[in-house]
């Protein structure tokens, strides 16, 4: 994360130091910016960041939902659990809770599944989704300097 952060900020400095260079071609003047001051102080960058910020917040909710399913699924493992060792059930019994339990255990996994993989693909999304955010304002930035 920091590491892409890092570069987007690279990428953004040779832009300006080539929108500089052109500048420089191209009137003989010398023309130095503060480029993180520019998309920090730009009327669109907290926009941008609060629909990722709300974009973040509506997948956290959805994780904890899918966590509290998690939890509430293995509750009912451990009970099952618990109830297939109890010493008054006859083998019958014992045996439908067993059953019971291998396909709740099941149910744990497979939620447990849809939990990492929700995690992995939303997480990788929203990276994404912020690095192309920042670049289209760095574009618009480096346009409006170039444009001066």
């Known amino acids: 994360?920091?590491?892409?952060?890092?570069?987007?900020?690279?990428?953004?400095?040779?832009?300006?130091?080539?929108?500089?260079a052109r500048a420089e071609g191209l009137s003989g003047r010398i023309v130095t910016v503060d480029l993180n001051r520019l998309f920090n102080e730009y009327y669109k960058t907290p926009i941008e960041s609060k629909k990722l910020q709300e974009t973040g917040e509506s997948n956290s909710k959805e994780e904890n939902r899918m966590l509290a399913e998690y939890h509430k699924l293995s509750d009912e493992l451990v009970k099952l659990r618990d109830e297939s060792e109890k010493p008054e059930y006859t083998a019958g019994v014992k045996e439908q809770k067993r059953k019971a339990m291998t396909d709740k255990l099941e149910e744990v996994r497979k939620s447990q599944q849809d939990i990492e993989e929700f995690h992995r693909t939303h997480l990788k999304a929203q990276e994404e989704q912020k690095a192309l955010r920042q670049g289209n304002l760095l574009k618009e930035i480096n346009d409006a300097i170039d444009k001066i």
């Open 1 to 20: 994360m920091r590491g892409k952060k890092l570069a987007v900020w690279l990428v953004a400095g040779v832009l300006a130091v080539a929108a500089t």
